[in-house]
């Protein structure tokens, strides 16, 4: 089938030139460094394009260096990002369509695991949820979609909400066989910098794998980087192309006196469309005004008004875009039962990006140019119908245009409503001065009104706002009205050596965390803070939190996007301080950037100093408050709500709307999940409980196989025994590096790390830890009943197999370059040896001290030897097959108990 055929049944649409261009340039293997696409005309089409190149390339036998992940990086701001409901229809189609059954066999040729579904997928929310698929299986051709934070802390080795023994993995399949492409990359330049910096330095160290990056944007700061154009006159040309750069929407400008005038002028015009019976966007920079204008609309119509901010928690954010019958008008989306009459969804600039929403008019203030281009975007998108834009903006000439910095006024999760102080640090005094020089921010929204104001006059006295009409604006002079960008830090080899030193937890004074280098250095911006609501904070205290350490529990049950919500520092502080004066006792956890956790009593964590300052910093740090506190109402953070909030993380699901992990008290055991941690709270069965769940006092914590956020192997469902544990992780290593087209002398060091990797635990300290009472005439890898860490006493498998394999006679006849690499592969494959082992786990009793200790000593100096050959990201893949072998082999014993106890159900 040629790509126009396979593109229209994979999509139901037919492709446009520039969809067809970048097609072949995939075939030739040519990655263009920007793809500059105005609004509403398929960027995210990308997707099914590298796929169907994959597919291409698979059956022609040249598949080896082509990307067989596509990571989709998304700005933070993203509600509904298109790149989720586009991987969704794509699987839906090559699963159902039997004349994509020839691309459907080729993506699945390359599975090592045997799998109905040709493509991993894993989004930013919703049902494939940041879920483990794309990690099992590296052979497997996969689709990640993540923002700046989840795909750039990962890259440099510092995941947010991953453990020190994740953080390799994560790092080695994103950055390695990988084409990552960064939409709206115009909104993070910083990041933009980074994994350009990232993509260079993988070439100049000459890495092991490919990592390529696509700078993919509808509001571009420049006219190209160096590549010839992507969208042509045969795309202008084409019908509905034509149709959509040319669609008719009416700029009108309406200056009010002042800046608080702004809201309310808003208002006017938003009732003159109350009898329109048309769907009506509303922008405006602040939240509060955006709540005032809410609020006032819905008190003649309150069904027909919806908000949105970037301040929302996850479950609520889905919520609205899944359900709300409001938002379903502008998402125009045919399964969904809209409001009828006239609508209005009131945004913060959360409702610009990522999102394929379309109003029949707009209603907004003024904002730089980027933010204007983004929301023009929103309105007549598809050029059906003649738009008015309605633009309110006051008279900059005696008043600033910026909120003032102390304002509860900004979405922390935006750059534009958060960038009005872009010139200057936050300074609550300075901000009431009078007749101050204008900021960077005020600047950009003259330039923008100036600009827009010379855009060509329509018939009816309205200015263009065609997106062919901002197009043919000067690229200076566009790049000029943007919003000012931040500073933006260089990426170092020496600290990316740093970074990947992932076993050293503790801070480093070379080893910064990561979040000025994904988001640039503005010291006017706002710090963020994340806050989240889990039952364990007040469950596990005092004694088992020394059996139990709190970021040892959230490695085994991360936070997930859906229960998380993001708002300014400043903010928080002062929702906190609310719950504090009621509840000052209550324990709260602090997670820092680094995945450090601290625990804080409430008084504690919003104590101040003498100059009324916080002492305890919240800024890029999450605090996890238990769900009896309160403090949540309608999905925001409100310290005046003294409900309890609900723990939503066991309402992680998967595409069949079922739970990818739960807790449950007592004996309970949820089917089909694996046990990760039994925690006796201690309860007293014969005292009264509000919850008769809870007698007995054993909180027992599962998570589905497939889905788990550790190694995968640390637990099992099933006993496995050691020998054929081992022979299978060699079997399907084995498999895997064919088809991932691994060459030698790589392919047959994972294949024998894998096979070898857990002589270790023939121990009798291990197999007690495991409940194996059967030991040594059984030897077990799995018990399938879990692990009892405290039983270990800090002995680490790994390390173990090390004087074992240095007996074998099979590994003493390899060759030095695959001894090196065998070794470090098991060292490493629990997330040790970078570059070193605790000083608390250097042991192994059952073993010469002298042996142990000299092994010990070549660990960190084979790390440097060994990364500066295959590269930082390129290591860490290496290791990552193993480990993915070692899960494979896991999950084959339990996919065989799951089958056989879906037999017994059947009967």
Known sequence: MIFIDTFEALTGKTPFPWQEKLFSEFIEKRFRKSCPIPTG????????????????????????????????????????????????????????????????????????????DPLAISTLRGQFADNAEWRIDPARPALIVGTVDMIGSRLLFSGYGCGFKSRPLHAGFL?????????EAHLEPAFQ?????????????????????????????????????????????????????????????????????????????????????????IYLRKVVDVNKVADTLRKTAPENVATLTGTLRGWERDELAAKNPVFARFMRDPNATPQEGAVYLVCTSAGEVGVNISGDHLVCDLTPLDSMMQRFGRVNRFGESDSHIEIVHHDSSKETLAPSADSQSSDSTTESETSSQRNEP?????SKKKNKPPTLFEISCQRTLTLLRGLPLREDDRWDGSPAALK??????????????????????????????????????ARPPVADWLHGVAEWEPPVTHVAWREEVERVFGELLKKHPPDELLEDYPLKPHEVLRDQENRVIRELEKIAIRQPEKPVWLIDSGGLVREYL?????????????????????????????????????????????DIADLWLDENTEA????????????????????????????????????????????????????????????????????????????MVVRLGLKEPESLAVVLAARWHDLGKDRPVWQRAIGNRAYPREILAKSGMGMRPIALNNYRHELGTLPDLAAMPEFQELSEEVQNLVVHLIAAHHGRARPHFPGNERFDHDRPEEEVAAIITGIPGRFARLQQRYGRWGLAYLESLVRAADIMASQNIDDGKEQNEAEEDSR
């Open 602 to 646: 409430f008084k504690e964590l919003v104590e101040k100093d003498k100059q009324k300052k916080p002492v305890v910093s919240l800024a890029d740090c999450t605090v996890l408050l238990p769900p009896s506190a309160g403090g949540l109402e309608r999905g925001l953070l409100n310290g005046d709500a003294t409900s309890p909030a609900d």
């Open 472 to 509: 043919a604006i000067d690229a200076t002079e566009r790049q000029a009205a943007f919003t000012p960008p931040p500073g933006i830090l260089p990426a170092t080899d020496i600290l990316f050596d740093a970074w990947a030193l992932t076993t050293i937890r503790d801070r480093l004074p």
């Open 426 to 430: 936050y300074d609550k005094k300075a």
């Open 41 to 116: 005309l398929g960027k995210t089409s990308i997707i099914p394009i590298w796929l169907l190149s994959l597919a291409h390339h698979i059956r022609s036998g040249t598949f080896t260096d082509f990307p067989r992940r596509l990571v989709y990086v998304v700005n933070r701001r993203t509600v509904v990002d298109q790149a989720t409901d586009e991987a969704k229809k794509l699987r839906e189609a090559l699963i159902s369509k039997s004349e994509l059954g020839e691309i459907t066999g080729a993506l699945q040729s390359l599975q090592t695991l045997i799998s109905d």
């Open 193 to 281: 910098k980074l994994v350009a910096a990232i993509e260079s330095e993988q070439q100049r160290s000459g890495e092991l794998g490919r990592f390529h990056v696509m700078e993919m944007t509808a509001t571009s700061r420049s006219d190209s980087n160096g590549d010839d154009s992507l969208f042509t006159p045969c795309d202008e040309a084409h019908g509905e192309v034509n149709k959509r750069i040319n669609a008719r929407k009416g700029i009108f400008f309406h200056q009010v006196k002042d800046e608080k005038e702004i809201s309310n002028k808003v208002l006017q015009l938003a009732k003159s469309f109350a009898d329109s019976g048309q769907a009506i966007l």
């Open 175 to 183: 950055g390695q066989d990988t084409l990552l492409v960064h939409d």
């Open 660 to 735: 990818r992990r739960c807790r449950s008290w007592g004996d309970q055991k949820p089917k089909g999940m694996r046990l990760v941690r039994t925690i006796d709270i201690g309860l007293d069965p014969d005292e009264d409980s509000e919850d008769e769940e809870q007698s007995g006092g054993l909180w027992r914590w599962f998570v589905q196989p497939r889905s788990a956020d550790d190694d995968g192997s640390r637990t099992a469902r099933a006993k496995q025994l050691l020998k054929p544990h081992l022979n299978s992780a060699g079997d399907f290593a084995e498999k």
